[in-house]
């Protein structure tokens, strides 16, 4: 069965939904999606990269690669051999301007807490992690995550720390806050396959199973020498792993195997 296609943020729908060419008859007619529009819209118009359009519409940048092809490719159909362009449906839902990562601060309801402290400076930074956080030290269940430390890295040092409260989501939802805090990396200890999924979806890298410190854990990444369990897994029925076990105990899913590389 195939998946079903996630569905796509946009900030506002089109002013204009048809162009035509001026003082003769359209050739025949195409017709781009709002998904497409939004991705033109970002990317050319706003100048943002691919990842950063893939966090404002919740989805992966490889999603967000070939739907901007599909639209530029339609753009270029409609120019080039004067056929009417039409912007219309789609897999969408229309931001409603709570979203951190908003596209247009008109957009956004008055909510300073939103506005004020949540996932800061991120356009200055190359990359940003999220760790799993609780009392400076990485939290083994990530569906329970109270509590995210983002580090933002320029030039392989980090230049910012931000501690973000996720305001009682969990699991499934927890994978989009993420995307909308801008994180390219997360670390963690236990996670469960569901929410491995939507991660790999929203092209977040995984480093699962790590336990300690949060900032060493960081440290250890950008330098190339995170150890982390690739394999790892984890609900809330509990699982045994080896000699440990994750579950409502907080306890952290067996054995750090491995490297994590960037």
């Known amino acids: 069965m195939a998946r079903p296609t996630r569905c796509r943020q946009i900030c506002t729908e089109p002013a204009y939904d048809s162009f035509r ?23 050319d118009l706003e100048r943002r990269t691919h990842e950063q359009c893939a966090a404002q519409m919740g989805i992966s940048r490889t999603t967000v690669t070939e739907i901007y092809e599909s639209a530029r490719h339609k753009l270029a159909d409609s120019v080039v051999n004067g056929k009417r362009l ?34 800061q400076g991120k ?6 992690i999220a760790v799993t956080f609780e009392n400076g030290t990485i939290f083994q269940h990530f569906g ?45 200890g236990g996670i469960g396959g569901g929410a491995q999924a939507a991660l790999s979806e929203a092209g977040i890298r995984l480093c699962g199973g790590v336990t300690g410190s949060a900032d060493e854990a960081v440290a250890a990444y950008l330098s190339g020498t995170l150890a982390y369990n690739p394999d790892v897994h984890c609900d809330h029925h509990g699982h045994s792993h080896g000699a440990h076990s994750c579950g409502e105990n907080k306890n952290g899913c067996a054995g750090n195997e491995g490297g994590c590389h960037h």
């Open 21 to 43: 060419p001026e003082g003769f008859p359209a050739g025949g007619e195409v017709v781009m999606m709002l998904d497409e529009y939004e991705a033109v819209r970002l990317i």
């Open 86 to 119: 039409l912007i219309a449906g789609g897999h969408y839902r229309l931001c409603d301007g709570k979203a951190p990562s908003c596209c247009s601060r008109k957009c956004q309801k008055a909510d300073s807490s939103v506005k004020n402290t949540l996932f």
């Open 123 to 128: 356009e200055a930074a190359q990359m940003r």
């Open 144 to 188: 329970h995550t109270e509590q995210f430390k983002l580090y933002d890295v320029q030039d392989g040092k980090v230049v910012n720390t931000q501690i973000v409260n996720t305001n009682g989501q969990g699991h499934g939802a927890l994978s989009g806050f993420l995307a909308q805090a801008q994180a390219e990396v997360l670390i963690c």
